[in-house]
């Protein structure tokens, strides 16, 4: 008897399983959604169901690991939702006409990037239940994007690379990188400082690396004439989930035996005693480049 008993059991229990499969049959969530480009979104959940799931269904959404649900339907009830989650859901929406499923789908209004997320449906009866997920991205490239690339002074012995995004969702990856004669891209992304700002729902990155002229020539050595003409800094952006990349150039200036022979360029600061000139461009050659510098000497003598 006692070898028996659980074999009942167990075939009771796989009896109500074929009896009861309420099960969604797919759920339908879109992938990707440039904010400011739609100002709503239908999440559909398809599900199947026998006779006696029809006096006990309910059905429940959640915004990404949230255990409290953003939408409760239990027909023929109409759908409730939090308060907080009033002005992003229409409960009036109809998927179909049939009142088991009417109110499956989740209508979402006045899209944002608030709305960007993990999904989940689940369907459930006092007999079964079933969960489903997807993810929705509402993705904003960024408003604003720069490069900069500054010299050292006064012997161009290190460039500091500088991009910097802002307001761009979600979280994005920027690379840098230096593109050769060969058109090859040579990354240069690692070692670099990354900032990271979250203000009004978006990000504001800047990433930036300090390389030595020797280490950028270890990384592409000089052609055979001795230059780093034709090379380029690029800075690219991307934004995971979507198929958004963005760039910025700048041609590296061409430095032959260590002197200045292309323009233009940016020093930060020149100094003389207690003053500092902004942001100045180089003239194109060593010669005039001295003659800058002795202008400001007799500028500062004079103030």
Not at 28 to 39: Q, Y
Request: aromatic fraction near 10%; proline fraction near 6%.
């Amino acid at each position: 008897m006692s070898s028996v008993l659980p074999t009942l059991i167990i075939g009771l229990l796989i009896l109500i399983k074929e009896i009861h499969p309420i099960a969604i049959k797919d759920i339908w969530v879109p992938d990707v959604i440039e904010n400011g480009t739609e100002t709503s979104a239908v999440l559909d959940c398809v599900y199947d169901l026998n006779e006696e799931d029809i006096d006990f269904l309910e059905v429940k959404w959640y915004f990404r690991y949230n255990q409290t649900p953003i939408y409760q339907w239990i027909p023929p009830q109409s759908p409730q939702v939090p308060r907080q989650m009033k002005q992003y859901i229409n409960t009036n929406y109809r998927a179909t006409s049939d009142p088991l499923t009417m109110h499956r789908a989740l209508h979402l209004k006045n899209l944002s990037t608030k709305l960007s997320g993990r999904y989940s449906c689940r369907v459930s009866s006092n007999y079964d239940d079933d969960f489903k997920s997807g993810v929705m991205v509402i993705y904003q490239k960024p408003r604003e994007m720069k490069l900069h690339v500054i010299y050292s002074y006064p012997d161009n012995s290190a460039i500091t690379i500088k991009c910097s995004a802002s307001q761009v969702y979600p979280e994005p990856q920027i690379s840098l990188y230096v593109i050769d004669e060969y058109s090859y891209r040579h990354d240069i992304t690692k070692g670099s400082e990354r900032s990271l700002i979250w203000e009004k729902d978006t990000y504001h990155m800047t990433i930036s690396k300090q390389l030595t002229i020797m280490e950028l020539w270890s990384i592409i050595p000089l052609r055979s004439d001795n230059t780093n003409a034709n090379r380029i800094i690029v800075c690219q952006l991307t934004i995971p989930g979507t198929k958004v990349k963005e760039e910025r150039r700048e041609p590296l200036v061409e430095i032959r035996d260590g002197y200045l022979e292309s323009s233009p360029r940016i020093f930060p600061f020149v100094s003389s005693g207690s003053m500092k000139l902004k942001c100045t461009k180089a003239s194109q050659s060593t010669n005039d480049l001295l003659i800058y510098l002795n202008y400001v000497f007799i500028i500062n003598k004079i103030i």
